[in-house]
T-cell receptor
Framework: EAGVVQSPRYKIIEKKQPVAFWCNPI?????LYWYRQNLGQGPELLIR??????VDDSQLPKDRFSAERLKGVDSTLKIQPAELGDSAVYLC?????WGTGELFFGEGSRLTVL | AQSVTQLDSQVPVFEEAPVELRCNYS??????LFWYVQYPNQGLQLLLK??????LVESINGFEAEFNKSQTSFHLRKPSVHISDTAEYFC???????????FGTGTRLTVIP
């Protein structure tokens, strides 16, 4: 069974440029998460989807961040414009709707903003 | 709300020595507890979890953790570490029925040959 797939793995951009990250969750997993992991820190939730609906986006900086999950499968996280402080690893995870709480993570997308 | 504290940001240990990575949580309700491992340049992988039942849980690669409700702890232990155990370890907590997982800041375990 394929795991959570994320792309790109690495992205280097200059500040004020836009960037987008893509995530394909495990087949059949209804819940999809985007986390941000700053250097030396644990992951912090940005947004959680159940199917197509964003059920928790309270930590998403909505002035510059946006996300979508069309058709309840793949998801895209966008930053526009990027700032220096956005440099981090962006992790996507998925889980079944009625599971034991385990999240399955992708390898992450490392963003460097210059 | 739940929170997790990992007091040790870095733990160096010699190969074949025992190790304990500490995790304390804060919650006013019952919780599920997890340890995730992150190898260099990889995503997080579940190491072990406590949901209910026996307070001692084990992983397939020799790690174990014990849920201690009175001390609100879920420390991770291994009696003899290998070089391949070098990684970042994250403790996490969630409330049963909720979907959000709250992570600690992580402990970097470095196994020295």
């Amino acid at each position: 069974e394929a795991g959570v797939v994320q792309s790109p793995r690495y992205k280097i951009i200059e500040k004020k440029q836009p960037v987008a990250f893509w995530c394909n969750p495990i087949s059949g997993h209804n819940t999809l998460y985007w986390y941000r992991q700053n250097l030396g820190q644990g992951p912090e939730l940005l947004i959680r989807y159940e199917n197509e609906e964003a059920v928790d986006d309270s930590q998403l900086p909505k002035d510059r961040f946006s996300a979508e999950r069309l058709k309840g499968v793949d998801s895209t996280l966008k930053i526009q414009p990027a700032e220096l402080g956005d440099s981090a690893v962006y992790l996507c995870a998925s889980s079944p709707l009625w599971g034991t709480g385990e999240l399955f993570f992708g390898e992450g997308s490392r963003l460097t903003v210059l | 709300a739940q929170s997790v504290t990992q007091l040790d940001s870095q733990v160096p240990v010699f190969e074949e020595a025992p190790v304990e990575l500490r995790c304390n949580y804060s919650s006013s309700v019952s919780v599920y507890l997890f340890w995730y491992v992150q190898y260099p340049n990889q995503g997080l992988q579940l190491l072990l979890k406590y949901l209910s039942g026996s307070t001692l849980v084990e992983s397939i690669n020799g790690f174990e953790a014990e849920f201690n409700k009175s001390q609100t702890s879920f420390h991770l232990r291994k009696p003899s570490v290998h070089i391949s155990d070098t990684a970042e370890y994250f403790c996490a907590v969630k409330r049963p029925g909720a979907n959000n997982l709250f992570f600690g800041t992580g402990t970097r375990l470095t196994v020295i040959p």
